[in-house]
């Protein structure tokens, strides 16, 4: 669906229906978390971990997960002890062997994270799982990207751009190698998750600065010098 969406095919998949589907899915906070990490919990475990610390702000995450147990995306948990009256939904939780780590994503920063809403999650997970070790990561949102503690919970700090950055990093290094059958599996992925980041609306291009510049000295008239020239091969 979201490479249908991406080439302006959706529309067909509905008779008479005359909606802009990229344009509505740019808006969905939900769609947007539901389409990347869906596609991240496809990659092997110690690459997702991986993507996961490298795009927080601080390296405070665990590598050393033990390996997934279960994934969740909005779960309803006991509200007892919060100041919720029906339930706490956070948006994913990631049950792993060793923690467990849950996710608040928000989309920009009109929307933003709260310590209150924290907390509430905090006491609903401790309610359903009790005081395995917990991390909390706040992506998008952020009123501060640094990283915060309540009680023994590291909330750590991270926004779509970054993580973003990070896909788009391993799928370069897995283009600079020969690829195994498994890395041809997990290049896909990670193509997938560009698509669903610019079908959300997210330049997923290369920034100017992010061009390689080749090691040049031109020597243009009244003695100007200009260095660095970016290579676009």
């Known amino acids: 669906m979201i490479i249908a969406i991406n080439n302006g095919k959706a529309s067909q998949n509905f008779k008479g229906a005359d909606i802009d589907w990229k344009d509505l899915f740019r808006k969905s906070e ?4 539901a389409s990347i990490f869906g596609r991240l919990f496809y990659l092997p ?3 997702l971990m991986q993507i996961l610390s490298e795009s927080c702000y601080d390296k405070i995450l665990d590598s050393d997960c033990g390996g997934i147990v279960k ?7 006991n509200a007892e002890e919060t100041t919720n009256t029906k339930y706490i939904e956070p948006d994913i939780h990631i049950q792993l062997k060793k923690f467990d780590l849950l996710i608040e994503a928000k989309r920009g920063n009109d929307n933003k ?15 359903e799982y009790g005081d395995k070790k917990l991390y909390l990561i706040a992506l998008d949102g952020l009123k501060s990207d640094k990283s915060e503690k309540l009680g023994n919970v590291h909330i750590i700090k991270c926004t779509w751009a970054r993580l973003l950055k990070a ?11 020969e690829l195994l059958a498994q890395d041809v599996a997990i290049k896909n992925i990670l ?5 669903a980041f610019d079908v959300h609306g997210y330049f997923t291009g290369q920034w100017f600065e992010s061009i390689p510049y080749e090691d040049l000295k031109i020597e243009c008239p009244n003695n100007i010098l200009i260095y660095g020239l970016p290579n676009f091969n």
């Open 113 to 127: 994270q709260t310590e209150e809403q924290w907390q509430n999650q905090i006491t609903a997970y401790r309610n």
């Open 191 to 195: 193509n997938d998750l560009i698509i």
């Open 71 to 77: 994934t969740e995306f909005w779960p309803k948990w």
């Open 45 to 47: 475990v110690d690459l």
């Open 30 to 33: 939900d769609s947007l978390t």
């Open 167 to 177: 896909i788009q990093t391993e799928l370069k290094e897995l283009e600079t190698k």
